[in-house]
């Protein structure tokens, strides 16, 4: 069974209260390290890390006068542990020592959630593109019948696909595990390195070897190309799958539930309505990635162009992204496959699909590439204009077998053994086992 849908547990990490948890986390940990190195008295922060506590609406009470989210929180803070421990908050710090940090944590803790996300979807992908390692259908190339693959090989390219993504998810996160406690433009003028390594540690993270008033954006920017680029391959195979619904060729259709409605107006429609909107979905991404990398120019140490954009993009990529990961799982999971229909749809190129197979069988007896070409070319028109004809030999093997200067080349054993589709799946094991399936 597919795990339950997981959308909550990542709104969690994005909520104002948990924004502001992470604060405080930042803040006593930032009083502890400076108690330990004999800045803050040890009675001070005993009253500290007691009382401190705060209040998202007395926070934003705050905000509507002092019209700053950091100097709310602090004084809410500062009202709850008393004097004169309360001395000791923010001591050294700027806002962005605190705001970026605790942005650093939440793009952590959503990139755990995400890295989850891909992991079950790549199990789910891996056990269909098992169940059809053997199941043959027709590739194509420029939506035209090319040669004959399996949708097992379809499912384990998938699989390897959001392989890379797992491996770029899994970068990105160790690239926005970054802190910084450095001050107003990075100095270190009023607390040690020292300090900011012990606090950052603390979190998981890692100090900034060196920054401004902020974590440069372009760490920022990796983050959000990685989960558009995540998002691009979600609508990859929501476009691949679509196509395979199409009424024409019907080789595989998204699961429809008793009781849905396919139109409001045609009661016989079943479309690919997860999909489309997965396809739409990751445009959403792409665009927040683009605000995401016009983030990056900043004015000399810092101005906050970034912060407005940041407030909603982050929040929303990563969102939207789990729920689209959590969504395909689910669409591959239940995707019905027909292969009686590929079979089907093999059989309408009329064996043509060997084409390159007798070609390069001919080379191997002499000919030229240009006079092989020539010959298997114009038995394959014979054999679309056979078919649309409608004579009993529209058949691609048939036309070679009845072109003399065919014979002389390739005996009609020689033929069968080559036109048959074992000689087209002879390396699928190999290929499987490339990919880890």
């Known amino acids: 069974m597919i795990q339950r849908y997981s959308l909550p547990a990542m709104r969690e990490v994005w909520t104002e209260q948990r924004k502001l948890e992470i604060w405080l986390q930042i803040e006593l940990l930032a009083s502890q390290v400076l108690s330990e190195n004999g800045i803050?008295?040890?009675?001070?922060?005993?009253?500290m890390r007691k009382n401190a506590a705060f209040d998202v609406t007395r926070c934003k009470e705050l905000e509507r006068t002092l019209n700053h989210d950091v100097v709310?929180?602090?004084?809410?803070?500062?009202?709850?542990?008393?004097?004169?421990?309360?001395?000791?908050?923010?001591?050294?710090?700027?806002?962005?020592?605190?705001?970026d940090t605790a942005f650093a944590v939440q793009m952590v803790q959503s990139a755990d959630i995400l890295i989850a996300d891909l992991k079950a979807l790549r199990k789910t992908i891996g056990a269909k593109a098992r169940k059809h390692k053997h199941t043959p259908m027709i590739g194509r190339s420029h939506g035209i019948h090319a040669e004959p693959t399996t949708f097992g090989m379809k499912m384990a390219l998938m699989y390897d696909e959001f392989g890379r993504a797992l491996r770029r998810l899994e970068s990105a996160r160790f690239s926005v595990a970054v802190g910084k406690l450095s001050g107003a433009v990075g100095t270190s003028a009023h607390l040690s390195p020292k300090i900011e390594t012990e606090v950052c540690r603390k979190l998981g993270l890692r100090a900034a070897p060196i920054a401004t008033q902020v974590i440069q954006r372009d760490i920022h920017a990796e983050f959000m190309t990685t989960l558009a680029l995540v998002g691009a391959s979600v609508e990859r195979w929501a476009t691949e799958?679509?196509?395979?619904?199409?009424?024409?060729?019907?080789?595989?259709?998204?699961?429809?539930?008793k009781g849905q409605k396919g139109s409001s107006a045609m009661p016989h429609k079943r479309n690919p309505i997860t999909g489309e909107r997965l396809t739409g979905?990751?445009?959403?991404?792409?665009?927040?990635?683009?605000?995401?990398?016009e983030n990056i120019a900043l004015w000399h140490?810092?101005?906050?162009?970034?912060?407005?954009?940041?407030r909603v993009i982050f929040p929303d990529s990563c969102t939207l992204l789990d729920y689209m990961l959590v969504t395909l799982n689910k669409l591959v999971d239940?995707?019905?496959?027909?292969?009686?229909?590929?079979e089907r749809n093999l059989e309408l190129s009329l064996g043509m699909w060997n084409s390159q197979t007798v070609l390069l069988a001919l080379i191997r007896k002499g000919l030229t590439r240009e006079q092989s070409y020539e010959l298997v070319q114009r038995n394959a028109m014979k054999t679309w204009e056979s078919k649309h004809a409608g004579t009993t030999d529209a058949d691609f093997k048939k036309q070679l077998l009845q072109d003399p200067d065919v014979a002389k080349h390739l005996s009609k054993a020689e033929l069968?053994?080559?036109?048959n589709l074992k000689f087209h799946f002879a390396q699928i094991n190999s290929r499987f086992k490339k990919v880890g399936l």
Not at 334 to 342: H, K, R, T
Not at 416 to 419: G, I, T, V, W
């Open 301 to 310: 140490e810092r101005d906050i162009s970034h912060s407005s954009v940041e």
């Open 72 to 99: 709310a929180f602090t004084t809410n803070v500062a009202e709850n542990i008393g004097a004169p421990a309360s001395r000791w908050l923010h001591f050294g710090l700027t806002s962005s020592d605190v705001i």
């Open 241 to 257: 799958f679509r196509h395979l619904q199409r009424t024409e060729v019907l080789e595989a259709e998204e699961f429809f539930s």
């Open 281 to 293: 979905l990751a445009r959403v991404l792409r665009g927040n990635a683009l605000a995401a990398m």
């Open 416 to 419: 069968d053994k080559l036109c």
């Open 40 to 47: 803050v008295p040890k009675k001070d922060y005993r009253q």
């Open 334 to 342: 239940g995707l019905i496959v027909y292969p009686e229909n590929m």
